[in-house]
């Protein structure tokens, strides 16, 4: 993948960030994503292709509403950035693969939405989950030959968390986090699901410990969470687990 095509990818994904956004915003309302055009969430102001264009817009209306003048959130670019450097890790590191490049950048997108949207919600859509499990889906049949791998990682981690799940009554951990590890693992594995759990696990004891040295609650939010450990476990996993491997002599 060109330097070119790189800067293109990334601009793409800006872009997407922006959409990003719509759900992070509208999924946990209910609201349509699709046919409602763009709005303030203040006064209801529809905007127009000018006020919408990433990360641009939010710097020239000085990061407030033309029409009404109520502050937006930092949360805008943000986002499109996150993105925007999400895909374009992706490119960098699969710029020989275009169908797994392709595949993780969905993914990120998806991760993302996710991880805001459960910080926010303490809840993950199921249309999320459901998307990365068709992610899932494509790349069990673009590599059909080691269908085990993927099965497994659908299984091996998600199957129990269920069990504690329903034997805590939701308590220990939240069914979207079990659904989300379920599609994830189709998509990756079972080896790079188990080190994304870890990393997941590790990310958050971590972060959550120094929340709650400044006065957070015991409430814990794992999707973000998890969603850093999947990302993290895709894009570097297969590197991390030979390194791994290689200095046990195996």
């Not at 000018?50 to 959130?73: H, M, N, T």
Request: glycine share 10%; proline share 3%.
């Amino acid at each position: 993948m060109s330097q070119l095509a790189l800067c293109f990818l990334a601009l793409i994904g800006l872009c997407v960030g922006s959409f990003c956004n719509v759900l992070i915003y509208r999924l946990p309302l209910g609201e349509d994503f699709v046919r409602i055009r763009s709005h303030c969430m203040s006064c209801g102001h529809v905007l127009s292709w000018y006020e919408l264009i990433p990360v641009v817009s939010f710097l020239v209306q000085r990061g407030r509403c033309r029409a009404c003048g109520a502050r937006l959130s930092l949360q805008y670019p943000a986002v499109e950035l996150a993105n925007a450097a999400a895909w374009l890790a992706c490119g960098l590191l699969f710029r020989g693969d275009p169908l797994r490049a392709a595949l993780y950048c969905a993914m990120s997108s998806l991760l993302l939405v996710a991880a805001v949207v459960d910080g926010r919600t303490l809840e993950i859509p199921n249309g999320l989950n459901l998307a990365m499990l068709l992610l899932g889906a494509v790349q069990l049949a673009a590599d059909v030959w080691h269908w085990p791998d993927y099965l497994i990682g659908s299984v091996c981690v998600s199957l129990p968390l269920l069990l504690l799940h329903l034997a805590s009554g939701g308590a220990m951990i939240g069914l979207g986090d079990v659904k989300l590890l379920a599609a994830a693992g189709l998509l990756l594995g079972w080896r790079r699901i188990l080190l994304a759990l870890a990393l997941g696990s590790i990310i958050g004891t971590a972060v959550h410990l120094a929340r709650m040295c400044r006065g957070a609650g015991r409430r814990l939010a794992f999707g973000p969470y998890l969603a850093a450990g999947i990302w993290l476990s895709a894009l570097l996993g297969d590197r991390a687990i030979a390194a791994y491997l290689s200095l046990l002599g195996v």
